[in-house]
T-cell receptor, first 118, second 108 residues
Framework: EPEVTQTPSHQVTQMGQEVILRCVPI?????FYWYRQILGQKVEFLVS????????KSEIFDDQFSVERPDGSNFTLKIRSTKLEDSAMYFC????????????????FGAGSRLTVL | RKEVEQDPGPFNVPEGATVAFNCTYS??????FFWYRQDCRKEPKLLMS?????NEDGRFTAQLNRASQYISLLIRDSKLSDSATYLC?????????WGAGTKLIIKP
């Protein structure tokens, strides 16, 4: 079964450092998403990406965050200067066609990247 | 009122029992509804979509009540492996809104 893969599985970083989280979506999927989940809290939408540009972003996705699809397979999330409150599990997800909310397509999640900011 | 609200639980249920939980949503124009399952420190995985007419998948039954703006999940003959957090997800305005989840613990 096709899967979304994420690396690293766990990253520990010092506050203020830049972090890049990588995702390889399912190959024929067109819509890509980043979500985060702070330990014990709910899944929160960060950003969606389609046709090489951001289609939507949440209030959480401020100037410290950026996304990129540099080579047609990887989809990356960069946090420029990490803060303690950025510690969370970051999930990448993708869908084949249409927005995830339409019901026609469901999200396939990667296993997540755990970010710990010290 | 929260956009998507769930009882956090935990629901402690003996193996073999039937358990049900609800999820309420605030946006009456919501178009799509899902139940996801999340094991501890793992990614959410789709359990089932919820259709207007209700739908069943093995031991799991999902219902949608648009008038009262809630969806429900019923698990029959619960197994130890059903222990997880169940996330209600509602699609509105091209976004998915996630509930905080209901924790279910099945006890032998």
């Amino acid at each position: 079964e096709p899967e979304v893969t994420q690396t690293p599985s766990h990253q520990v970083t010092q506050m203020g450092q830049e972090v890049i989280l990588r995702c390889v979506p399912i190959s024929n999927h067109l819509y890509f998403y980043w979500y985060r989940q702070i330990l014990g809290q709910k899944v929160e939408f960060l950003v969606s990406f389609y046709n090489n540009e951001i289609s939507e972003k949440s209030e959480i996705f401020d100037d410290q965050f950026s996304v990129e699809r540099p080579d047609g397979s990887n989809f990356t999330l960069k946090i420029r200067s990490t803060k303690l409150e950025d510690s969370a599990m970051y999930f990448c997800a993708s869908t084949s066609d249409g927005t995830a909310s339409s019901g026609a397509n469901v999200l396939t999640f990667g296993a997540g990247s755990r970010l710990t900011v010290l | 009122r929260k956009e998507v609200e769930q009882d956090p639980g935990p629901f402690n249920v003996p193996e073999g029992a039937t358990v049900a939980f609800n999820c309420t949503y605030s946006n009456s124009a919501s178009q799509s509804f899902f139940w996801y399952r999340q094991d501890c420190r793992k990614e959410p995985k789709l359990l089932m979509s919820v259709y207007s007419s209700g739908n069943e998948d093995g031991r799991f039954t999902a219902q949608l009540n648009r008038a009262s703006q809630y969806i429900s999940l019923l698990i029959r003959d619960s197994k130890l492996s059903d222990s997880a957090t169940y996330l209600c997800v509602v699609g509105s305005n091209y976004q998915l809104i996630w509930g905080a989840g209901t924790k279910l613990i099945i006890k032998p």
